[in-house]
């Protein structure tokens, strides 16, 4: 099996309980507040490491208190941090998250703070981990010149390039040609493509036309639907296990990094696939973002996909 390396973000969540999602204007009261490791970077570090994965980190994290949670999140799983480094005069990522808690449903705000410290030199100088992987891992919550110098190391030691646009920002197509795999969910796929995406159909449509600018393979999520992967030639549904979704934060990065492993393994992404759609599932039977990333048995104990 190939290692993993993940280029992304690393962030403290504090995270809120509420009876819905406010509106701009309203207060609504909140319960369950929980104070943890997260940042889309760290969570698919530490899912794809309990799925049986080595991994590689790289990311900036602030020269503040804060910065000791995900530094010790990363350490107490046996994540490879040496890529990990403290910058002076930024603050550690910081997210704040609501989660409905009738169904589960979040919204998120994140100030990234140290992660834009992230620089293309900082990626070059973590090539020892690249040239150990097979498979890289980024996210959109660093600046866009340091995913593409990600995904340019990435393709010259070739690795396969998993990019996953949250949150999302329009990528020019010369970025996106360096992506192999491209992991949108319903409302990024609609935002890059200005197809609306409310079903599977309007799914493979809106997959249809980001596999154009990519020429790879796209994989749209759908939450409790499971996901749409169009490939250069067709596209298939792939549903997911039927559970009840306690806390669905997270549950893109659970997606990613079970099918990264399922990659680093050698499998095709068919069987990858499977792997991801369970743990996405999985992660949305536990509150919190890093706290709730699935280990193999949680994938095992899920039912079958409906
Ligand atoms: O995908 C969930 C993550 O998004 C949270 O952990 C939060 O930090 C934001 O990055």
């Known amino acids: 099996m190939r290692d993993i390396v993940v280029v992304g973000s690393l962030n ?11 509106q701009p204007g309203e207060t609504v009261r909140a319960g369950g507040l929980g104070i943890g490791p997260g940042g889309k970077g760290l969570n698919q570090a530490l899912a794809a490491r309990r799925l049986g994965a080595r991994v590689h980190m790289v990311g900036r994290v602030g020269e503040d208190r804060f910065a000791e949670v995900p530094e010790r999140a990363l350490q107490q799983a046996g994540v490879d941090a040496s890529y990990v480094r403290r910058v002076s005069d930024h603050h550690t990522g910081t997210a704040l998250v609501v989660v409905d808690a009738s169904s589960g449903e979040n919204a998120i705000v994140v100030a990234g703070g140290a992660n834009h410290q992230l620089l293309p030199r900082d990626v070059r100088d973590a090539v020892a981990a690249f040239r150990a992987s097979g498979v890289l891992l980024v996210q959109l919550e660093l600046e ?13 030691n070739a690795l396969v390039t998993l990019l996953d646009p949250a949150p999302v920002l329009q990528l020019s197509d010369t970025l996106l040609r360096k992506v192999d795999i491209l992991t949108p969910n319903a409302s990024e796929a609609e935002r890059l493509t200005e197809i609306r995406v409310r079903d599977p159909e309007s799914a493979a449509e809106a997959g249809s036309r ?27 549904h792939v549903s997911a296990p039927r559970v ?32 991801a759609v369970r743990a996405g599932a999985a992660a949305t039977q536990r509150s919190g973002a890093a706290s709730a990333m699935p280990t193999p048995e949680q994938l095992d104990a ?5």
């Open 210 to 236: 980001l596999r154009e600018r990519t020429g790879g393979n796209v994989l749209v999520t759908l939450g409790a639907a499971g996901c749409i992967w169009v490939w250069p030639t067709g596209f298939e």
């Open 12 to 22: 403290v969540d504090i995270c809120v309980q509420a009876e819905h999602i406010p």
């Open 302 to 306: 899920l039912p079958d996909g409906s």
């Open 244 to 275: 009840d979704a306690l806390d669905t934060t997270g549950a893109g990065d659970a997606f990613n990094a079970g099918l990264a492993v399922g990659l680093a393994r050698g499998e095709s992404i068919a069987r990858a696939l499977r792997r």
């Open 144 to 156: 866009l010149e340091t995913v593409e110098a990600a995904l340019d190391l990435a393709r010259e």
